[in-house]
């Protein structure tokens, strides 16, 4: 059985950065991160494999960096330049599938979700 556990969230002004975490029980192939503003479906923002295989969505690339360390079963998720259209919940997923089309950063390919942390970028 897999367990996410995400903390870092916070609120910040424009232009700051945040780091997310998120404590990963139980084995996994993939881990990523979702979010998902009020109004809004559930969008990918990066993934990353056991391999070290990361994807981006376009709207987080260059300022979002993924990243994990296995030794401590963390999930980072780095956020700089944030901007107020970064506000939202965040989740962090997984699965333990050896899918790469999970780097298609599409939620219905993850079956194990935390309960989210909630970042507020102000402007």
């Known amino acids: 059985q897999v367990q996410l556990v995400e903390s870092g969230g916070g609120s910040v002004q424009a232009g700051g950065s945040l780091r997310l975490s998120c404590a990963v029980f139980?084995?996994?192939?993939?881990r990523g991160w979702f979010r998902q503003a009020p109004g809004k479906e559930r969008e990918g923002v990066a993934a990353?494999?056991?391999?070290?295989?990361?994807r981006y969505a376009d709207s987080v690339k260059g300022r979002f960096t993924i990243s994990q360390d296995n030794a401590k079963n963390t999930l980072y998720l780095q956020m700089n330049a944030l901007k107020p259209e970064d506000t939202a919940m965040y989740y962090c997923?997984?699965?333990?599938?050896?899918?790469?089309?999970?780097?298609?950063?599409?939620?219905?390919?993850?079956?194990?979700w935390g309960q989210g942390t909630q970042v507020t970028v102000s402007s």
């Open positions: 139980g084995y996994t192939y993939v």
């Open positions: 997923a997984a699965d333990i599938s050896p899918k790469l089309r999970s780097l298609l950063l599409r939620s219905t390919d993850f079956p194990y």
């Open positions: 990353i494999t056991s391999d070290d295989i990361t």
